[in-house]
């Protein structure tokens, strides 16, 4: 034969071995492409492609016929990676956290100032006047003067905690 020849029926012979492959899902969750049938303790449900004609006689739930050979030397580096990608996630989720944290904190102490300033201008007892819906400016009364003095009370009480 001529080696074009040989070379277009290698060609051709490809899908037909792709074909007696089994697919299915291990138990980390990766999807699994082997000529051999899934261990036992797959379930039926996690197989995805059994392989067309010679395999089909292989019960699907089948133990491996030879020991399985170790992992690849590149399946610890796909690991570590896939663990330093986890971490990298993890500490910019804490970071994030801590970021807003943060932030409310500062937005706590700030809300903290306002109410204090607020309660020494309504304590001082000097006229305090608001703009209205209508803008118009009006002077608290005291009743009005009261509820403002308990509202702010209830801000210092809950926002200069030190927490």
């Not at 992992?71 to 610890?76: D, F, N, V």
Request: aromatic share 2%; proline share 8%; glycine share 8%.
């Amino acid at each position: 034969m001529r080696p074009a020849t040989c070379v277009l029926l290698a060609l051709l012979a490809m899908p037909l071995a792709a074909q007696a492959q089994w697919q299915w899902i291990d138990g980390n969750g990766r999807k699994v492409f082997s000529d051999r049938p899934p261990p036992a303790d797959v379930p039926a449900r996690n197989i995805l492609g059994r392989p067309a004609g010679g395999g089909a006689g292989v019960p699907a739930m089948a133990a491996p016929q030879a020991p399985v050979p170790a992992a690849p030397a590149s399946a610890p580096r796909v690991d570590r990676a896939l663990e330093e990608k986890a971490r990298q996630a993890e500490e910019a989720e804490k970071t994030n956290r801590a970021e807003a944290e943060a932030k409310a904190a500062k937005a706590r102490q700030d809300n903290c100032a306002r109410a204090r300033q607020g309660l020494a201008t309504l304590d001082s007892g000097i006229r305090i006047a608001r703009v209205n819906g209508q803008g118009e400016r009006e002077i608290m009364d005291d009743a009005a003067r009261a509820t403002e003095q308990r509202r702010l009370q209830g801000v210092v009480q809950s926002d200069c905690v030190a927490r």
